[in-house]
C-alpha cells in the first residue's frame, strides 16, 4: 500500500466516529417521504453537510419535496455524480424496534436506526472518503456533483422532470449510485441493473357508509369486490394476467446469462432471514439469482372495514389495496396501467378506482464498460477480492434517468448482505461497512480521475 492510500485510510479510521455522530444526527429527522415530514429540515441539514467540506450546495425546490445539488471541482476534467436519498421508510411497526428509530443506538458494532443503511448511511460513508482526499491530497481528484432527493422511498415521481430541468448541471462522466456492499459471504457486489416499477393504489366504494352485517345478502361489499378484483391479477403459479403484460419483455442474454451462473445461491439465506422452509414456486440452487429477471405483481397492503380489537358486525363500504408491480428493460411502467385499467373493465371491474402513485423504467449497466472494471479492481484492493457482478437486482431506483443517457453507474456501498434489515424495524449498519466503504470510494475516485 502506497503512503497516500494508507494515509487515506487512516484518516477514515481516526475520523469514523465523528462521521457515526453526523450519522445519528442525520437518522434522528425523521424524514418519512410517505408522510411529508421533515423533509425541508433533512435537504437543508444534507446541504449544510456538504458545504462544511467545500462543496458548493443548495436545497432547490421540485414539484414535490426539495432536491439538494452540490458541486466541487477537482484536479481531472472529469466529473462523478454521487446519487442518494435523504427520505426513509416509515419505522412501523414500532414495537418490534429494540431502540428507538430516530434515535441513533450503537451496539455490537451497529447502528441502529432508521435510514442507517438506506440511505444515509450510504451518503454518510462518501463523506468519510471525501473527507480523507481533501485532507490528504489537499483537493479532489475529479469534480464531483452530488444529487440527493426526498422522494426515493414513494418512487421518485418528480425526480425525472427536475433531473432534465436540470441537465446541464448534473453532466457526469460516471455515477455512484445509492446503495451496495457486501453479499452474505462477505464479497463485494456491483450490480449492474434495476427493475423498474409501477405502484398503484386500487380503491373501491361499495356503499356510502358502512351497513350492518345484517344486510350481507342484500349490500355489495366492498372488500369482497376488491379481493375478488385482485385475484384477477395473478394466478397461484405467480403468472399475471393482465393481457399485453409480457409483451415487451426481452430474453436473458448470453451475458448475464453467464453472469448469473457466477453467482453463488443466495437461497439458504433467504430463507433463515425470513423463517421459510422453501421459496416461491420451490425456486432453488440458479433460479434464486435468475427470479429478478422475471416480472412482479405483489398486494403491498390491503385495508377494508373494521380492524381494531374484538368484533364489529359491518359491511364495509371501502376498500383500498396497494399493489406494487416490478418490471424489466422495455415494459413501459405507463402502458402498464393502462393494460390495468382495461383488463379491471373487461372482467367488469370497472368500479375499481387506479391511482398511480409510483412510475420508473428498468435501467441496465453494461458489464463491460470501464467503470465497472474499475470498480472491480477497487474492491479488490479494500476487501481482498474482486466485486461479484449481479445483472439485475429485485428493487428500483431511478438510475434510468442517467444510464438512458449514457452513463455507467456502479454502486459500492455499506451493505452486509440480508443482515441491515433495510426497511424493517431495527435497520442497522456495521461501522466498519461504512469505513470501508469510504476507503473503497476514496480509491475509485482517484482512479476515475485518470481514466
Known sequence: MTDRLAAIDDHIEQNLEARMAELGQLCAIPSVSARHQAVEECAD?????????????????????????????????????????????????????????????????????????????????????????????????????????????????????????????????????????????????QNLGVRGLLYVELQVMALARDAHSGAANLLPNAAWRLIWALATLKGQDERIRIPGFYDRLRPITERQRQLLELLPSQEASIKESFGLERLLLDRTGPAVASATFEPTCNVAGLVSGYTGPGSKTIVPALATAKVDFRLLPDQDPWEIADQLRRHLDERGFGDVQIEVLGAERAALVDPDAPLVELCRQTA????????????????????????????????????????????????????????????????????????
Open 45 to 189: 441539514l444534507v446541504a449544510e453537510m456538504l458545504g462544511r467540506r467545500g462543496i458548493h450546495a443548495q436545497s432547490l425546490p421540485s414539484a414535490g419535496h426539495p432536491v439538494v445539488v452540490g458541486h466541487a471541482d477537482g484536479r481531472s476534467g472529469r466529473t462523478m455524480l454521487f446519487y442518494n436519498h435523504y427520505d426513509v421508510q416509515p419505522p412501523e411497526p414500532l414495537e418490534l424496534w429494540e431502540s428507538p428509530p430516530f434515535e441513533a443506538t450503537i451496539r455490537d458494532g451497529r447502528l441502529y436506526a432508521r435510514g442507517a443503511k438506506d440511505d444515509k448511511g450510504e451518503l454518510v460513508a462518501r463523506l468519510a472518503a471525501v473527507d480523507a482526499l481533501l485532507a490528504v491530497d489537499g483537493g479532489l481528484p475529479c469534480g464531483i456533483t452530488w444529487l440527493v432527493e426526498g422522494e426515493e422511498e414513494v418512487g421518485s415521481p418528480n425526480l425525472p422532470a427536475f433531473v432534465e430541468a436540470h441537465r446541464s448541471e448534473l453532466r457526469c462522466d460516471g455515477a455512484i449510485w445509492e446503495e451496495g456492499g457486501l453479499d452474505d459471504d462477505g464479497v463485494p457486489v
Open 380 to 451: 479488490e484492493e479494500v476487501y481482498g477480492q474482486p466485486a461479484r457482478l449481479v445483472p439485475m437486482i429485485g428493487g428500483t431506483t431511478p438510475m434510468y434517468l442517467f444510464t438512458e443517457q449514457g452513463v455507467p453507474v456502479v454502486a459500492p456501498g455499506v451493505g452486509f448482505g440480508h443482515t441491515n434489515l433495510t426497511h424493517s424495524p431495527n435497520e442497522n449498519v456495521r461501522l466498519h461497512d461504512v469505513r470501508d466503504a469510504a476507503r473503497h470510494i476514496a480509491r475509485l475516485l482517484s482512479r476515475f480521475s485518470e481514466t
